[in-house]
């Protein structure tokens, strides 16, 4: 059975930093990109980032390039999300997920995705 728990979410200054981790179960991880995504409510869920399985190659939304990094531990089947200089437009739920099928690239197209974890909440504030 696939699974992926995301961990790490939280209230946070803005300027501050978060480590977001999602550790996956049921497949093996080395085969699977992994995309993170987040969601605010009333609106779409956007993807944020992704890391391929092949090389490791990452891909970044434009509104977190320069400030997040993806990076994965195969060993111990996680992903993480490291999130600095948080803006309050960072606010959000934080979803990891990943396809049915291993793939060697990644991209931050929702339709790309089938299991997803249950999400993180993330909170730049005062």
């Known amino acids: 059975q696939v699974q992926l728990v995301e961990s790490g979410g939280g209230l946070v200054q803005p300027g501050g930093s978060l480590r977001l981790s999602c550790a996956t179960s049921g497949f093996t991880l080395d085969y699977y990109a992994i995309g993170w995504f987040r969601q605010v409510p009333g609106k779409e869920r956007e993807g944020v980032a992704c890391?391929?399985?092949?090389?490791?190659?990452?891909s970044y939304a434009e509104s977190v390039r320069g400030r997040f990094t993806v990076s994965r531990d195969n060993g111990k089947n996680t992903v993480y999300l490291q999130m600095n200089n948080l803006t309050p437009e960072d606010t959000g739920v934080y979803y990891c997920?990943?396809?049915?099928?291993?793939?060697?690239?990644?991209?931050?197209?929702?339709?790309?995705?089938?299991?997803w974890g249950q999400g993180a909440q993330v909170t730049v504030s005062l």
């Open positions: 997920a990943t396809d049915k099928v291993p793939t060697p690239w990644c991209d931050v197209e929702l339709t790309h995705y089938y299991y």
């Open positions: 890391i391929s399985n092949s090389d490791g190659s990452k």
